[in-house]
């Protein structure tokens, strides 16, 4: 069933040393070299992270999960703990490589999102490809953006059995509300179809406590942000959040865990890992995703810190939290389905007020000096929403960077250039603002 | 007398300013990048030093900006293009009761920047993917037109009838439509007006982004360009503020923040002044892993 | 600066965090089981607080009560004959509603949520129904606001009919004809043993409806609470008088629209099911006039600051992420780190 059309890259089998030349793996250890070696007083704790993107990224090595039926994942907004509740592992999909970037051009329009083309890339190699994540059972796939919504078939004709998710478009009507409601249950029978096991109000329960624990460690490293000087930097928070993708729940809450608490002893010791003027930047849009962690990697390597961010592959996977009223199996269902859509801020809703109270809350919280907006080319809906966001923060005296950019590697330059630029601008701000307040 | 040198290490010319404790300019250098820049923007120091009679150590602070900047280690700091134009454009707009848009068309590049009444860089937009609306395109009309780039602006005030329309977005393809022109028989004097107002009406649209806010400044080698700054007027139907040397603003920006930051240094600022570029103390070799030199990546109608 | 902690808001003391971490749940229970105690029995105790309280401490329940529920001598007094109604018994009205007044103030709606005896039965209903598994049901969203008005037409024709007996259009079969429909009356009285309001009234047809309709209606509240929650207080007159005169109250239900992440958490677990408590983030007030003051939704809001209870402007509870948690983790039946593969 699988295609055999061979792609134009070097596909070599892990077995062979040579794997490790390949082009994707050496994309992945030069940003990765990048994060690591152009940074001094990296934590101790993120060593489990660089050592983990080391093995599945650069070495090819077989993700180490539990093992079960495997049900993949192309957008947060597919409730996880009801995979989770039948027995089964989720893992997303969303892919970061330029490697695959190039593939999955074959499928789609040129002027297309660097993400969807990726994720295709990455899937049309099948079980040779890298993130290894061996066999998916099944791909469920949320309709949220038009990009991803056709890229569902093209998935099916690879062979892998997909799962439309209807998620709504609306999300303030009560028709929509409800819509989301039925199509989550939906899912749940699904799933259930999948592993021939029912959720019971137990192993739903264990589920949404599991992943309840990933997210106050989450919330932990969120909140540990806020200080300044900075305890951390932005680019190892998104290695982090990126772990999170396809590492195994409990060993990934452990180790961010560890990381907390490395943390509030940097804290207790006074310890600063950016200079005390640094700029601080809130980071939004289209969702860094290794190796494609140019921007944060550029802010940092400029003297920024990224403080707190408002993008899929971080903040909004993991900060919101579901509340259950009565422990019963509908009723929790009916919660988690509530929880993916009225706290989301993706820009694929009709409108956008909730995603710009958020910025300017997220803004004020972690005194940020100014915003940078990550938009890939061809992503409509982030490239559309740019003029309204900066907007807002312009009229409550936040400036932004807006960057349009995909995964190509060769405007690092280009975009040094504009970061850079930013970051003074700031800092003059910064430094007027300071000299009138002397003055004054 | 301490002196102060800003340096502008652009991908086709290498640009010193040299400028004195009370700000004013003493002097300024031009030459060709070539392919060495460290070694020529070295030499081009030298040059204008000795121009002057002055010796190294009397240079009491220097800035590098433009693309080469990470290269050149004998700078004390370096700067983004954007914030030393501004601050040139600032400090020349002065004399002309104040600047606060910045237009600048470089040899691969063209920029608009808004600043506030003090000089800081409020907005920005760019465009360095395509080499439409650059001074690129001027070389390749000119040579097309088998003329002298100082020709240029002679040219399009010579021309008795209508700027012709060029319709290609693109400077490659814009080169066969010259020369198509060229054989119907249109005039020299025509084509190179056309040409300027096809740079003139992209960058109206590069500076709509940042917004037109009076006076405007017009910098960058291309601003030598007479007929090119006709055209551009035309365009945004206002006068624009022409330093003598555009070539240099962005070099004299970098000088006089070289002498605003020694300034700051000598009055001790105590609290660890925060260097301009306060990179992660990367070296100058790891640095160059991110420059890369800026060349028309797409040649499809997304060049804007 | 302070030590950064792992929780977001503002660092707080240690009876601040004892009050925000509280276990909203248990404290309500209890308190409100206290309530039910004291204003069915505590006539049993010679306690008398008079006869302006603010919530369905029922009058019928003649030898318990602590006091009686305002509903009651407001529907005598107004039937007075207008003569002297608008003269010399006007004063007592007037005397009569600012006691009512001044025990209100103090709670605000919180009457409704903590001590009031009906709404405490409804929430023990709430709990057999969860020990059957059963599900609750909800309205529905038109449902919900084509409803909302019952309880202010309920008020209205509560005092147009006994001022309409002051005036002689009707007969005094009309009596107290709110108390005639409600399920307090047949109910409360039950509890000291009284039966005798399990009754039709026969001798007039005015009696005969009005006492016909509370059985019925009281039937309506046993099945409604059981199935929906606090099913009575939607189209309870008694709070539709306390929303016009809430705003001088103390105790106010307070939201900052701006942190707000629009979760809808508040929503989820609303009894009433507001929804302006998760959609509205212009209001400071969030208190409607179906609200209860029951703060569930202050004890499900993960984000801190954002819902908060004053007392005379005193921040008194407001929501917090350790508080959250705490609650989440118990209503799970876990600790805040334990790992449940094992199940």
Redesign the interface.
Known sequence: MTPTVTPASTDVSPDTPAFNRSRQAREAEVMLDHLVD???ENPVAMQYFYDLFRKVYIQGEQVQRTTGPQVGMTCIQAPEELIYAVGATPIRLCNGSYHYDQIGADFMP??SCSLVKATLGRLHDQEKGVPRIGKLDMIVNPSTCDQKKKAGVMMEDMGYPVHDLEFPNVK?S?ASRVYWQRSVRDFAVRLQQLTGKKITR??L??A???T??AQ?AF??L???R??APS?VLGKDIFLVTNAYFFDDL?RWTVATEAL?EE??QR??DGFNAA????PRILFTGSPPIFPNLKLPL?I????GVVVADETCSANRML??????????V??MID?LA??YL??CTCPIFTRND?RR??L??LAR?FNADGVVYQAFSGCQVYEMEQRSVAKTLNDVGI?MLYIETDYSP?????L???I??FL??I???KR?ARAKGVSA | MNYFVGIDIGSTAIKVALVNQDSQLVGVHVTDSGSLFHKNAKAALQTLLDKHSLQREQVKYLIATGYGRKLFKEADDSISEITANAIGAHETGKAHGGVRTIINIGGQDSKAIQIDDQGTVTNFAMNDKCAAGTGRFLDVAAANLDIDLEQLGEYHFNGTGAPLTINSTCTVFAESEIIGLLANGHGKEEIVAGIHYSIAKRTLRLVKRVGIEDRIYFDGGPALNKGLVAALQDELQRELVVPEHPQTTTAFGAAILARGEWLADQSADGDGRERLDSRRGLSAEKGAQVVVVAAPKKLTADCD | MAAMSEFGGQPTSRIRRAVNNVDLQSFRFWFQLTAFVLFVYGGYLAIDLGNNLPMFSCGYNREGRAGVCYLLPLQHQLARPWEQLFSAAGIAVLTGFGLFFLWFIVLNKGWCGFMCPLGTLQDWLTSLRKRTGIRYSLYGEKPFNALSWVKFVLLALMILIPLGIGGGWFSHDMGVPFCQICPGRVVLPLFTGDTTQLTVDFSSIGGMVLTGLGMFITGMFLIGSFIKKRFFCFFCPMSALHYLVAKPALLKLKKDGETCTKCGNCFNVCDMEIRAIADDIVKKDAMTDDCTLCLKCVAACPEPGTLKVEFARFNIFESTEEGFLKRMNKGAGCDAHCDTRKH
Do not use: C
């Open positions: 152009d940074f001094s040129a002027k303030e009560e137990k192993k329960n264990a949404m406590a599991r309840r624990r106050i919330r932990a969120h909140n540990l806020r200080k305890l409990e907390v943390l509030k804290d207790a200079q005390k003027k640094a550029l940092e390597e400029a003297g900060y919101d939290m579901p509340v259950v009223d009565e422990w019963m509908n009723h919660s509530d929880h009225k706290p909730d109270r958020r300017i809350d919280d400036p060769d405007d690092m330059g280009q040094t250039t504009r850079e630029a003074e601008s800092k003059a701000r007027q």
